[in-house]
């Protein structure tokens, strides 16, 4: 076998036919999780996010892109700053949360940043950004930010991976 000797399943062409077994393949990279929050003039909106990643220390950078088919598209693409919270383990109802409607903050203790952001209670790191650029990404649009400000706590990271929620096994 010429993978070390692991059989891999049949190899796919990206396209209509072979969608779900390319996110089934994403699904096997573990990610940590995230809420990206903004202001809108309705309220504030949050979202869960895993497509987050650093960019750059100097200077400050990092990206994060959402689905051009959410509801919340919108508030997100059109942000001139927001907040990307990177959750801890102990953080999934809030993951659930903003995984399932944007506009649900009943009960969610969060304070408004000085540039209006609602931020977040609890986060493992939080990262307060101006939007820098927007560039279209298939059905996605990667936004990158500026980091203005940033906090961190110890703790273990809610990881996503095959579908699934979780955490570290062992450590």
Known sequence: MPDGGIAMTEILIPGPDAQRALRDAFGRFATGVTVVTVATAAGPVGITANSFASV??????????????????????????????????????????????????????HRRSDRGVPLLPGALARFECATEARHPAGDHVVIIGRILRFSQRPGAPLLFAGGRYGGFAGG
Do not use: I
Request: some cysteine.
């Open 56 to 109: 750059s220390l100097d200077p400050p950078l990092l990206l994060w892109a959402p689905a051009r088919a959410s509801r919340r598209f919108a508030a997100f693409h059109d942000a001139e700053d927001f907040a990307v919270h990177v959750l801890g383990a102990d953080q999934s109802e809030l993951c659930r949360r903003f995984a399932a409607a944007g506009d649900d903050w009943e009960g969610v203790g």
